[in-house]
């Protein structure tokens, strides 16, 4: 039985390594993430927008199950049916789709908040769909929808250590690695947390200061 | 063997795993709503040193990551002299993870209750335990139940990664079909059409609560009346059906 004990020494020795994890691999895997989710989320909510109904509600079908479904399953699929991946481009490609599911609504309420008008008055100005989009809609629909990719992202930081479960070494993994090898767990799983807090902490009162922002200007 | 018979063979196995995943997720749902009801009142007292422990506790297991939580209580709580069964450790994990999340949506929706109703209450003299527990409360539960419906099937998908910490749930025993057969790409799809199945019937359940929860604040129709086969009854100030 070991005794709850804080070693400085520990902490110095573990935190380059835990560092190095998440510079390296959680933020990469979260930035990269993010921004297919952002674009494959678009893509998604303005297909959903032009295609026919019986099509519109397949594609609904295969959102909500890829929503409904836990993130590690996912993972665990892609990563051992498409065994030439690395675990960190499977990390990449489950978390841009899975989270592309959650942004896809949210930029479907904010087309959807664009009002009829808008859309009539570009009918009557005929112009192209691809121009409607470019230059009417995204534009007035996307303004709304920043702060929640930046939730999400902010979410999706705190589901990355879910990659545990294919092995890739990130943050958590790295610290759990380092207990396993030298039987001391104390500092480097208390210290991941540290890192956890000190990295999504400020970032959600930026984003709640931004949604303020945005929120007054309309 | 053919895969169906692989898959019947597996069954009993699969459903253990369905009960231990059902058994974490409503055991978490149980420990985060006695959480969330407590950090929630806390963080709107005015008094600023309970406000400030409740915040600080939302704060940190909101932003820490559960797998941390979890990995710390399973690595670290023995260190203390504190030897829990590993489904408990689960529970705990996802109880507080969750519970820091909903507290936030409890306090949201008892703040969103009308000023009037507080007001109304106040003039009538009752307690404060009183109007929160039979004015207030079931005005904000009404107006909660969604966001808790999100945070529940967030906690069963989460539910997934404690197979990581030796819990036989799921995700486990379908994973252990990928060691025993080489058929994984079907079994990963048996294994997400569960999760689905689960999450549907919890939001079905869940939505039925909100509608329970509305029609005792006297909007919209009893879940009797819902589910019936009768014609809905005319609105009382039309006559019209609605």
Redesign the interface.
């Not at chain 1, 039985?1 to 709850?4: D, L």
């Not at chain 2, 932003?63 to 939580?69: A, D, I, M, R």
């Given at each position: 039985?070991?005794?709850?004990e804080w070693n400085w020494a520990t902490v110095w020795d573990v935190l380059p390594t835990l560092l190095g994890a998440f510079f390296q691999v959680t933020l990469v895997v979260t930035v990269v993430s993010t921004a297919i989710a952002a674009v494959l989320g678009l893509i998604i909510a303005m297909l959903r927008r032009s295609v026919p109904k019986p099509v519109d509600a397949v594609i609904k079908f295969a959102v909500d199950?890829i929503r409904?479904?836990?993130?590690?399953?996912?993972l665990?699929?892609v990563y051992?049916?498409f065994t030439n991946l690395s675990a960190m481009v499977c990390g990449i490609i489950v978390f841009g789709i899975h989270y592309s599911t959650y942004m896809a609504e949210v930029y479907r309420a904010g087309i959807d908040s664009v009002p009829a008008g808008q859309w009539e008055a570009t009918t009557a100005l005929s112009m192209s769909k691809g121009r409607t989009w470019r230059a009417v809609v995204i534009p007035q629909a996307l303004r709304a929808t920043v702060p929640a990719l930046g939730n999400y992202a902010i979410s999706m930081f705190?589901?990355?250590?879910?990659l545990?479960?294919i092995g890739l070494v990130e943050l958590?993994n790295a610290?759990?690695i380092y207990?396993a090898n030298t039987f001391n767990?104390?500092e480097p799983?208390?210290l991941?947390?540290i890192i956890?807090?000190a990295a999504?902490?400020p970032t959600?009162l930026l984003v709640g200061r931004l949604e303020k922002r945005l929120a007054f200007s309309y | 063997m053919t895969y169906f018979q692989e898959l019947a063979e597996a069954l009993p196995r699969i459903m253990n795993g369905v009960w231990v995943t059902l058994g974490l997720t409503l055991g978490g749902a149980a420990l985060a709503m006695i959480i969330a009801v407590t950090l929630g009142l806390m963080a709107r007292q005015p008094n600023t040193l309970i406000r400030g422990i409740a915040r600080a506790i939302i704060?940190?297991f909101r932003?820490?990551?559960?797998?941390?939580?979890l990995?710390?209580l399973y690595?670290?709580l023995?260190?203390?002299?504190i030897n829990l069964n590993v489904i408990f450790v689960g529970v705990m994990a996802l109880g507080l993870n969750y519970g820091a999340y909903s507290a936030e949506v409890v306090r949201g929706s008892i703040n969103s209750v009308q000023s009037g109703q507080w007001e109304a209450s106040t003039a009538l003299s009752m307690s404060r335990v009183h109007r929160m527990r039979r004015i207030i409360f079931p005005q904000a539960w009404a107006l909660m139940i969604p966001s808790l419906t999100n945070l529940l099937?967030h906690m069963?998908?989460?539910?997934?990664?404690v197979?990581?910490i030796t819990i036989y749930d799921l995700?486990f025993r379908?994973?252990q079909l990928?060691l025993d057969t080489g058929t994984?790409?079907a079994y990963?799809?048996v294994?997400?059409g569960s999760?689905?199945i689960i999450?549907?019937i919890l939001?079905l359940i869940m939505n039925m609560l909100e509608v329970r929860a509305k029609h005792r604040l006297g909007r919209g129709e009893s879940l009797r009346e819902m589910l019936s086969l009768k014609p809905a009854r005319p609105s009382a100030e039309t006559g019209v059906l609605p």
């Open positions: 039985m070991t005794e709850f199950f409904m479904t836990p993130i590690v399953v996912q665990l699929l051992y049916t705190k589901d990355t250590p879910f545990i479960i958590v610290g759990r207990g767990y104390t799983l208390t991941v947390g956890f807090l999504s902490y959600a | 704060e940190f932003g820490t990551s559960l797998v941390v939580q990995l710390w690595f670290i023995p260190g203390l002299g099937i069963l998908k989460g539910s997934a990664v197979s990581f995700t379908v994973d990928r994984w790409f990963g799809l294994g997400l999760y689905f999450a549907y939001t």
